[in-house]
């Protein structure tokens, strides 16, 4: 909105500052940032009085968390919210990237709220059918990866090797909607401790807003190898948001959580990533920055393989972090220390920008 506005005052004065990608993420990171801690006590209110015992806790999983029932979910619908209103005051309303990005974001956001009020509604922790499930989140990123992809080639570019990509024609459409449904259930799972999510998501978007911003640029990307994406530098300004909405929800869910951010938020925020990779043209990437999104829905995936086949498991419980959490790890350190492995992935992730 305030984009058009500096357009139609040709930019001149004060509005000349809404011309620059790096102006509009700034302010799209602190207008989030700002209005979710200021919606947040309300919305956590509200919850707390509309769910009453807050969301269901497994009786099956780690002793500690029993303690945390009655804290309210949903918690997805402050950073949708404070997301949302940044972008439409920041975002270029005629860039298909950022509404594209922003169709998955609220799309997956309402496909979780349905998945968290049938837990709250009906007391349980099993929510919509796994194959209902998926066949929305597929429906939803089918249709972003239409729109995305309309924009761009069909490759698929190999990190590490500079103008090697593997063509992949009209097979591009369904590999770009299982990324975006593969990135937002990652998500999904790694969301089952105070902060566990929050922050490596915060890294991830911090990422690939630089990453964005490059390959937007023709003359950065073409100095550092990478593929040349017009139009993807608006994708920074909505990384910069993604960041707000998710340091000020960290605020309220940092230990002991005050919310939980719920389906309603990692199936979104992890549905943003994927989009948002596929339009950068750094999907092998996000792969390697989200590594521990990737670490956790493999855990998971091994262990329902291994013991269909042989009736044993391969961890104490799967997603990984509360394996560690059986192995007698407090919650506190699983977080910190997925934290800095996420750092870690995250600088990997930025070393195959140069190492081409």
């Not at 989030?32 to 509309?50: K, Q, S, Y």
């Not at 990307?221 to 998710?246: D, K, M, Q, S, T």
């Not at 943003?272 to 950068?280: C, D, N, P, Q, Y």
């Not at 956790?296 to 394996?323: C, D, L, N, Y």
Request: charge should be positive; aromatic fraction near 12%; include cysteine.
């Amino acid at each position: 909105m305030l984009y058009l506005i500096a357009d139609w005052f040709h930019y001149e004065g004060l509005s000349n500052l809404f011309r620059y990608q790096t102006f509009r993420s700034g302010a799209a990171l602190m207008t989030a940032l700002g209005l979710g801690l200021l919606i947040g006590p309300r919305f956590i209110n509200m919850l707390r009085v509309r769910q009453g015992k807050g969301q269901p806790i497994r009786e099956d999983g780690p002793q500690s968390h029993l303690a945390k029932r009655g804290t309210p979910t949903m918690g997805g619908l402050m950073i949708l919210t404070a997301l949302v209103s940044s972008m439409i005051l920041f975002m270029d309303v005629t860039n298909p990237f950022v509404w594209a990005c922003l169709a998955v974001t609220v799309g997956f956001g309402i496909i979780g709220f349905l998945d968290d009020y049938d837990k709250v509604a009906k007391r349980s922790t099993a929510g919509l059918s796994s194959k209902l499930r998926l066949a929305l989140e597929f429906l939803v990123a089918g249709i972003a990866a239409y729109i995305i992809v309309s924009q761009l080639n069909t490759n698929l570019y190999v990190p590490f090797l500079s103008g090697r990509y593997i063509p992949l024609g009209p097979f591009y459409y369904v590999f770009a909607a299982f990324v975006i449904v593969g990135a937002g259930n990652a998500v999904n799972l790694t969301d089952g401790l105070d902060g566990l999510a929050t922050m490596p998501v915060i890294i991830a978007a911090g990422t690939f807003a630089i990453i964005c911003y490059l390959a937007g640029r023709v003359d950065y990307a073409n100095y550092l190898g990478i593929p040349h994406v017009p139009r993807a530098g608006e994708l920074a300004v909505f990384c910069a948001g993604i960041i707000g909405a998710c340091l000020a929800f960290l605020w309220f869910n940092a230990p002991p959580a005050a919310v939980f951010m719920g389906d309603t938020g990692s199936l979104a925020l992890g549905g943003a990533l994927g989009a948002i990779a596929v339009a950068a043209h750094h999907e092998i990437v996000l792969a390697i920055v989200g590594g521990l999104f990737v670490l956790e829905a493999a855990s998971v995936i091994i262990q329902v393989f291994w013991f269909k086949r042989t009736g044993r498991r391969v961890f104490r419980m799967a997603p990984i972090h509360h394996h560690f959490e059986q192995k007698g790890w407090k919650e506190s350190t699983v977080v910190i220390r997925f934290w800095i492995i996420s750092i870690v992935l995250a600088v990997l992730g930025l070393s195959t920008l140069k190492l081409r």
